[in-house]
């Protein structure tokens, strides 16, 4: 009876200590399932107002490259920067004009790739919380099919009364790239004086006709499928269009075009900073910037790549500069000044 005894009590310890290893293993397991479980559920939440089309393949090859799972999601660049003031959620902010996001520079956080070494000198020297991304001059695209012999060859002829209803613009104060048309057609038409430009802005809302878009992607949609005449739009939105099949023509202004680069921007709420930082260093690198010039009709921001066939050669067109600080500062004025004309006219 005593060796009976003595043998539960000692395999009841036996046991006893068996199931406390299993409990710790089951834990263990437990833990792990959860943290793989929930670094499953985390992405790097990217805003961006690029189109779909050239989002997707440079999307793609990040994720198979870093093996971070990304979230884009499509916003114009006035929407996206809301959110990013507004939902800690968001990581990126891939796009948008350096002189329309600049504003919020406060919201990002500072980040030096280390690609940018390899920029042109000109982009290499803006704000530590703005990486330039890729080259991106505003152009007219003119619906080939519906413009006859209706000359279109810069701002001057957007004033055509045949054009009048026909022309796609965004509001500039939702859409980075028609931002980006008002600083230059008040600087090609002002004389590279800003405040002369405004006669013109005026005329030109005449003949808008009482239309004004929402959105970017709404002005080369519009003319590429026929519901305008022409649009002023973004370099490589109409290139996309161009290659596409859709029947267009671009028209880099007479009057002068302003070659702006736009930016991407690490918020201050990511909690993903490290993995945010990947993308852009990714995004920047020669093989991306290069494969963006071949195929996707951008202009890259370092000096190691060339030009894409798919665009006119830098040096063959006519191009004005602005001062950034001016564009800087004065956006809101210029915004409210061009609603203010376009209310005008419009209740003429």
């Given amino acids: 009876m005593k060796n009976l005894s003595a043998f539960v009590k000692n395999h009841k310890a036996v046991f006893i200590i068996a199931l406390s290893a299993l409990t710790v293993a089951v ?31 440079l999307i793609k ?10 979230d884009v999601i499509s916003l114009g660049t006035s929407d996206a920067i809301k959110r990013i003031l507004n939902d800690s959620s968001a990581d990126v902010l891939w796009g948008g004009s350096i002189l329309t996001v600049s504003s919020y520079a406060d919201s990002f956080y500072p980040y030096i790739t280390k690609n940018r070494e390899a920029f042109e000198e000109r982009f290499d020297r803006v704000d530590d919380r703005i990486t330039c991304f890729t080259l991106v ?24 009364p045949a054009l009048k209803g026909r022309i796609a613009f965004a509001d500039p104060g939702k859409s980075s790239s028609s931002f980006e ?17 405004f006669g013109y802005v005026r005329d030109f809302c005449k003949n808008l006709d009482g239309t004004l878009l929402s959105s970017s992607s709404e002005v080369y949609e519009g003319v590429a499928n026929g519901k305008f005449m022409v649009g002023l739009t973004f370099e490589e939105a109409a290139v996309t269009m161009l290659k596409s099949g859709k029947h267009i023509k671009i028209v880099y202004m007479e009057e002068g075009v302003v070659f702006t680069p736009d930016g991407i921007y690490i918020s201050k709420g990511s909690e993903r900073k490290a993995d945010a930082e990947a993308f852009v260093d990714f995004m920047t690198s020669r093989n991306a910037q290069s494969f963006i010039a071949a195929n996707l009709g951008r202009r890259s921001v370092r000096s190691d790549v060339e030009e894409s066939d798919l665009v006119t050669p830098y ?16 956006k809101d004025d210029w915004i409210a000044r061009f609603e203010s004309i376009f209310g005008e006219v419009d209740h003429e």
Avoid: W
Wanted: glycine share 6%.
């Fill in 27 to 57: 834990a263990v397991v437990l833990f792990l399932c959860h943290r793989q479980e929930k670094e499953k559920d985390r992405k790097l939440v990217v805003l961006s107002p690029h189109p779909t089309a050239f989002m997707i393949s």
């Fill in 61 to 70: 090859e990040f994720e198979n490259e870093t093996g971070i799972r990304t």
């Fill in 137 to 160: 001059p505003s152009v007219i695209m003119i619906n080939t099919d519906l413009i006859g012999d209706i000359e279109v060859n810069g701002y001057e002829d957007l004033l055509n």
């Fill in 181 to 197: 048309h008002l600083v230059n057609m008040l600087y090609a038409m002002g004389n590279k004086d800003p405040e002369n430009g």
């Fill in 315 to 330: 040096d063959e067109i006519n191009t004005i500069e602005v001062s950034e600080d001016k564009v800087i500062s004065s």
